[in-house]
T-cell receptor, first 111, second 113 residues
Framework: SQQGEEDPQALSIQEGENATMNCSYK?????LQWYRQNSGRGLVHLIL?????REKHSGRLRVTLDTSKKSSSLLITASRAADTASYFC???????????FGTGTRLTVIP | ETGVTQSPTHLIKTRGQQVTLRCSSQ?????VSWYQQALGQGPQFIFQ???????GRGNFPPRFSGLQFPNYSSELNVNALELDDSALYLC????????????FGQGTRLTVV
């Protein structure tokens, strides 16, 4: 399967703490993207990191990519209750033109 | 708001019926992809349309079909509905395929009874 796998499946933290989610995948990729989904609604794009990049930042988000280990991590700093959602990593494998999603990490931020 | 709209938001159909779901892509985007998301799972790729032509298909049977119109809006049709087709159907629009970010609509929740 070309799907990514997120770890952990669920994460519960206190407001203000940092949250780290990991993603592993199996094939070479063009890019890897992280999305957020609130309560089974549409997906919101968070960040895209290309295969030749190692780290990207966007506000409170930090994404790393290690293509040698076929893994990525998403760090959310100073979490807020509004960050409560499911987070998915999705890869665009080399030569493909669609996203392959993992099963997601359910993040709960307790006020 | 992403500018991608899907209709209807919710739908209940009977097994064996046919359904059409609609998606209006974001202005300037020529690529539309459809995904099926079962409860508790990640989205699964159904197919993609680029400039009105099918441009890739996932592991879904032929009773899942689609169209893209000259204004780049799109339809997903599912014939002979089965109970397992119950899911959230997501439409995503993008430019240049998936080498840039995709913008998702809010989805259509289909329930087959």
């Amino acid at each position: 399967s070309q799907q990514g796998e997120e770890d952990p499946q669920a994460l519960s933290i206190q407001e203000g703490e940092n949250a780290t989610m990991n993603c592993s995948y199996k094939t070479s990729i063009n890019n890897l993207q992280w999305y957020r989904q609130n309560s089974g609604r549409g997906l919101v794009h968070l960040i895209l990191i290309r295969s030749n990049e190692r780290e990207k930042h966007s506000g409170r988000l930090r994404v790393t990519l290690d293509t040698s280990k076929k893994s990525s991590s998403l760090l959310i700093t100073a979490s807020r209750a509004a960050d409560t959602a499911s987070y998915f990593c999705a890869t665009v494998p080399t030569g493909a033109n669609n996203l392959f999603f993992g099963t997601g990490t359910r993040l709960t931020v307790i006020p | 708001e992403t500018g991608v709209t899907q209709s209807p938001t919710h739908l209940i159909k009977t097994r064996g019926q046919q359904v059409t779901l609609r998606c209006s892509s974001q202005s300037g985007h020529n690529t539309v992809s459809w995904y099926q998301q079962a409860l508790g799972q990640g989205p699964q790729f159904i197919f993609q349309y680029y400039r009105e032509e099918e441009n890739g298909r996932g592991n879904f049977p032929p009773r899942f079909s689609g169209l893209q119109f000259p204004n780049y809006s799109s339809e997903l049709n599912v014939n002979a509905l089965e109970l397992d087709d119950s899911a959230l159907y997501l439409c995503a629009s993008s430019s240049q395929g998936l080498y840039t970010e995709a913008f998702f609509g809010q989805g259509t929740r289909l329930t087959v009874v």
